[in-house]
């Protein structure tokens, strides 16, 4: 029978973590975990804690948001799962959760054999060139004040002096880096890894853009389907975070159809989780 490999990346929230893992624990599915360097992480609790499932752990970088290290985290998840025959990869966070039980979720794809799930917007906002145009030199440090200044400060010197990497060939997207892809989509995105590193190392919140651009610019664009099955809701007050899901967001979720959904909180989803899995519903 075909396996699926999950490509996991988690910073934080590890009890919804051990929830996302349980639930999907099933003899089909294999996880390849990433925790972020910065973070301590207990892994002493995650000790046996599929019965099916294999875990493999790997080796941990500094993510920063908004940097190059996102992207380099998922191309090191599938250079990894890459070494067996998988039929698919699906890259979840780790405050993801399943919304139909793991059986299901492995029959949906088997059924959909070389189809790629993932979401493109072709028309994105009128800045969305910026992200890829300029260097972003210091993106991974910007958290300090006085670092983002001079990164915007960079960036306003790129303008006047007209730099642009934009590549002329190719066809720009975004959309959500979270996917579903086939294995010879996966072995193509590294393949491409010279590429990409060259059309958006040093970008500004490129993890939304490469893929999104790879696949558009080669044949596996006729074998997408423009969804990537996860249900999110943008945080109005702040559009580079989805929101929280709580209890007040239950009827929204089980309406989407989606098969994963995101962000799950330990404390502020706890109401939510016990409706979705309630009398085993999604167990």
């Known amino acids: 029978m075909n396996k699926h490999a999950y490509l996991i990346i988690a910073h934080n929230q590890f009890e919804i973590l051990k929830l996302l893992l349980k639930k999907l624990d099933f003899k089909y599915h294999d996880f390849y975990i990433l925790i972020d360097k910065k973070v301590d992480f207990p892994f002493s609790k995650f000790k046996n804690i599929t019965k099916y499932s294999n875990i493999y752990w790997i080796n941990r970088i500094n993510i920063s948001w908004g940097d190059y290290s996102q992207i380099q985290a998922e191309i090191n998840l599938i250079k990894q799962a890459l070494k067996k025959d998988y ?3 699906h890259l979840l966070s780790g405050v993801d959760l399943p919304l139909k039980n793991a059986q299901d979720i492995y029959n949906f794809f088997e059924k959909n054999l070389d189809t790629e799930f993932i979401e493109i917007v072709q028309e994105p906002c009128s800045n969305f060139e910026d992200r890829y145009k300029y260097y ?6 910007s958290k300090n004040k006085i670092i983002y200044f001079l990164n915007k400060c960079i960036v306003k010197l790129q303008i006047i002096f007209k730099i642009n990497r934009i590549n002329s060939n190719y066809i720009y997207a975004k959309g959500a880096n979270w ?3 086939s294995h010879k989509l996966a072995n193509y995105i590294v393949e491409q890894e010279k590429q990409i590193q060259k059309n958006f190392k040093f970008g500004y919140c490129v993890d939304e853009i490469f893929l999104q651009t790879i696949i558009l610019n080669s044949n596996y664009q006729f074998n997408v389907i423009n969804n990537n099955l996860r249900f999110t809701i943008w945080d109005e007050n702040h559009i580079s975070s989805p929101k929280v899901l709580t209890l007040e967001d239950y009827h929204l979720v089980i309406k989407s159809k989606a098969l994963f959904a995101r962000k799950f909180d330990d404390y502020k989803s706890k109401e939510l989780i ?3 899995y309630k009398e085993g519903k999604y167990l």
């Open 87 to 89: 039929t698919f990869f």
């Open 136 to 141: 972003y030199l210091l993106q991974k440090y």
């Open 179 to 181: 996917f579903s892809i």
């Open 274 to 276: 016990k409706m979705l």
